[in-house]
């Protein structure tokens, strides 16, 4: 490719910038479907659970709508090596929170009664893996919210959910019908995410 071709590119690339952020929508989707293989790149690479194909080229877009409102041609860095930082900064961004989720929610999950005892091991061991003495405080007070929100069937029903035992036998346990087990669990989930996630 000649440096006349390579100019001429450019320009043509920076005109269809230009209009794209003046919101001419046929220009940015021109230039969004140029620079889409990153985006598939990045897919093929990464596993985000629940993101079908619709979700990741949403992701593109929005990414690339912010890449385009930031780029500035002087600073000697390609329209798509600008986009392809941004973007796998922004799964990276992703998987992060996915894993802090999930880590969080194991922890309260599994742990809920050994959180309630202040010299535990549990706590010595969040402390020195997971955070500090304030977040610990945090997960502490989110633990007890949570349980306060409780009746005394929920609780029960809880205590046993989080030790491993299927509505099933929590029924035979409790003696009661499994669909009020199922109800009761339904209950504490949203309880649990309003206290813990919210």
């Not at 959910?161 to 669909?179: D, H, M, R, V, W």
Request: charged share 25%.
């Amino acid at each position: 490719m000649t440096n006349n071709v390579r100019k001429i590119e450019y320009a043509r690339e920076q005109k269809l910038i230009e209009a794209s952020r003046a919101g001419d929508s046929d220009s940015f989707e021109y230039l969004f479907q140029q620079y889409l293989p990153i985006v598939m790149r990045v897919k093929a690479k990464y596993f985000l659970r629940g993101y079908d194909r619709d979700d990741w080229l949403q992701e593109g877009r929005i990414t690339f709508f912010n890449t385009i409102a930031n780029f500035d041609g002087q600073r000697h860095i390609t329209l798509g090596k600008f986009f392809q930082t941004n973007f796998q900064n922004r799964i990276y961004s992703l998987i992060r929170r996915e894993m802090a989720f999930k880590r969080r929610s194991n922890l309260l999950c599994s742990s809920l009664d050994a959180m309630q005892n202040e010299s535990s091991e549990y706590e010595r061991l969040f402390v020195t893996k997971h955070g500090g003495p304030h977040e610990l405080a945090v997960l502490k007070e989110d633990c007890r919210n949570y349980c306060a929100d409780l009746s005394k069937f929920e609780s029960q029903v809880s205590g046993l959910f989080f030790a491993g035992k299927t509505s099933a036998q929590i029924a035979k346990i409790l003696n009661c019908e499994e669909s009020q087990v199922l109800n009761a669990i339904n209950r504490c989930r949203n309880k649990f995410t309003r206290r813990v996630f919210q």
